[in-house]
């Protein structure tokens, strides 16, 4: 059974660029699945950030595309989010799925998600 | 890009009730919508994938349909679990988008 766990720092200071990388277990990561990256402001609804097939074919959220950089890491079974310049509207609950390539595009398993501060 | 709203926002009802949540896309999207379920602390788990479609482990209680721009989750009796907010997604190509979520309470 596919398992995905966020990991990185808590705390990002403004200007900074948030890091946070999900380690996926129990499943090839290099399948054909794509991989994808969620946020959530807390009290607030979800938004797609970005998706990476184990290829390294990417593609982003339009408003956020000029500060996101998604990459991928076969050997260690794992992919990576970095998102440059952040402000305090970045503070969010950072989650990582993987993503179903079906008729639509779904996201059949979710990592617990890791909470993301923007705060100097 | 094609906008979701999810109607209503927020909903009360009590355990038993048939409860029904809509999600409404700003132009045709055939059949290409998702629901989640996704309760306090938690990630979003996926319950319908297609509009249509029962992902393998959610209760038979859940449903979806709709094709075009008009979609609905039918939750057919309410159990205790299920309050939690409700969210449609859809994805065309290489742009996803979520709808704002419905809250569901116990009345």
């Known amino acids: 059974q596919v398992q995905l766990h966020e990991s990185g720092p808590g705390l990002v200071k403004p200007s900074e660029t948030l890091s946070l990388t999900c380690a996926v277990s129990?499943?090839?990561?290099?399948?054909?699945?794509?991989w994808g990256w969620i946020r959530q402001p807390p009290g607030k609804g979800l938004e797609w950030i970005g998706s990476?097939?184990?290829?390294?074919?990417?593609f982003y959220n339009a408003p956020l595309k000029s500060r996101v950089t998604i990459s991928v890491d076969t050997s260690k079974n794992q992919f990576s989010l970095k998102l440059s310049s952040v402000t305090a509207a970045d503070t969010a609950v950072y989650y990582c799925?993987?993503?179903?390539?079906?008729?639509?595009?779904?996201?059949?398993?979710w990592g617990q998600g890791t909470l993301v501060t923007v705060s100097s | 890009d094609v906008q979701m709203t999810q109607s209503p926002s927020s909903l009360s009802a009590s355990v038993g009730d048939r409860v029904t949540i809509t999600c409404r896309a700003s132009?045709?999207?055939?059949?290409?919508l998702n629901w989640y379920q996704q309760k306090p602390g938690k990630a979003p788990n996926l319950l319908i994938y297609?509009?249509?479609n029962l992902q393998s482990g959610v209760p038979s209680r859940f449903s979806g349909s709709g094709s075009g721009t008009d979609f609905t989750l039918t939750i057919s009796s309410l159990q205790p679990e299920d309050f939690a907010t409700y969210y449609c997604?859809?994805?065309?190509?290489?742009?996803?988008?979520f709808g704002q979520g419905t809250r569901l309470e116990i009345k």
């Open positions: 990476i097939f184990h290829s390294g074919s990417a």
């Open positions: 799925a993987r993503e179903r390539m079906t008729t639509v595009t779904s996201f059949d398993s």
């Open positions: 997604q859809h994805s065309y190509r290489t742009s996803i988008t």
């Open positions: 129990g499943h090839s990561i290099s399948s054909s699945y794509y």
């Open positions: 297609a509009a249509t």
């Open positions: 132009q045709s999207i055939t059949d290409y």
